[in-house]
């Protein structure tokens, strides 16, 4: 699972990644790819709470994808890419520098997400178009249920598309939805809308309210970050530095570990974990599974031969502080393959091959 990161230029949509990703080249290729760990506070208190030999994150992948420009939106080439992800983060700049260029001259966050989403319906109205141009030439060699349903389908989203709203925001039945998986459809994806400010106004959320009713219309997650602050915090070396660069400036925690935190979410994840003096470990999994599809997770073998899983509650564990008090008091539940695993679940499976 991989999430595309999008923007005009200037919007520090590179400074985000490199932070993210921990790249430090400066390549000039097209596309740049890194990985990111999930930053989750449940993790590091598990790790206090066993202080095990081992401990592994989970990561997500990120595509930086070239600055969306009027020269690579005429040619089309970044819309193959970005087809690519599974979800889209697009950068917005909300920040005031005079030294920095802005491609329409002015700082306006509601005009540039505007603009973009723009862009993405037109793609995938074009493709809508051609395809039913497509269909119906078929259409009048032969008769086709299939290829019938098909231009049905692509005539509601033809209207969708006209009325300016993205795909996500079509329901699609199971059978619909398998008709047109194949298709590089870009406004079916989940968007994470990326406010990036000044320090200034980084407590402000006046901008956050403005953009909300955009945000909610279309279906998109929203957050608020300064990515030069994101780089003082990451210029720190200790812990105890950051901890109190942050009570100065006034935040629980840095943006980038809600922001990795929202990907998931945009992705349809939840994250589970396992524990003990050996290893403390996030895994990640599809929100709604079962515990058997979390066992596979882990390995194959531990859900070829499930029997059942084991669970704590991370909170319950937070209160009564250790896995023997959960046990006393009757906190560990025994759970079967029905059981649809929660985030922040705490799994240990029992199985036998």
Not at 43 to 68: G, H, N, S
Not at 291 to 309: K, M, T
Request: charged residues 30%; proline residues 4%.
């Amino acid at each position: 699972m991989n999430i595309g990161i999008i923007g005009l230029p200037q919007t520090g949509k590179k400074t985000l990644f490199r932070l993210l990703t921990g790249r430090t080249d400066h390549d000039h290729a097209d596309l740049h790819v890194g990985t990111a760990d999930i930053i989750d506070p449940r993790f590091d208190a598990l790790v206090e709470a066993y202080r095990p030999r081992k401990q592994v994150r989970a990561k997500i992948d990120f595509f930086l994808f070239p600055k969306l420009e009027k020269e690579s939106i005429a040619k089309g080439d970044i819309f193959k890419d970005i087809v690519t992800t599974d979800a889209i983060c697009h950068v917005v700049r909300a920040f005031h520098d005079p030294s920095v260029y802005h491609a329409y001259s002015s700082v306006d966050p509601e005009r540039d997400i505007t603009t973009i989403n723009s862009e993405l319906l037109f793609h995938d109205l074009l493709f809508v178009e051609k395809r039913l141009e497509r269909i119906a030439a078929q259409l009048k060699k032969a008769k086709d249920e299939r290829q019938q349903k098909e231009q049905e389908l692509l005539l509601k989203m033809k209207s969708h598309l006209e009325a300016e709203r993205p795909l996500r925001l079509l329901p699609l039945s199971a059978e619909e939805a398998a008709l047109v998986r194949s298709y590089p459809f870009i406004t079916l994806k989940q968007m994470i809308i990326i406010i990036n400010t000044d320090d200034t106004s980084l407590r402000n959320d006046a901008l956050i309210k403005q953009l909300a009713p955009l945000c909610a219309s279309e279906k998109m997650e929203m957050m608020q970050v300064s990515a030069k602050v994101e780089a003082e915090i990451a210029a720190l070396e200790s812990p105890e530095e950051r901890k109190e660069f942050l009570q100065e400036i006034g935040i629980a925690e840095p943006a980038l570990g809600q922001l990795t935190r929202l990907c998931l979410k945009a992705l349809g994840l939840i994250s589970f974990f396992t524990v003990g003096d050996d290893e403390v470990r996030q895994w990640l999994l599809r929100q709604g599974s079962h515990a058997p599809d979390a066992a596979g997770v882990i390995h194959s073998d531990l859900q070829r031969g499930f029997i059942r899983a084991e669970v704590m509650k991370y909170e319950e564990l937070r209160t009564y502080k250790s896995e023997a008090a959960l046990k006393a008091a009757g906190k560990v539940y025994l759970k079967g393959k029905d059981y649809i695993v929660e985030d922040g679940d705490i799994l240990n499976i029992r199985f036998k091959v």
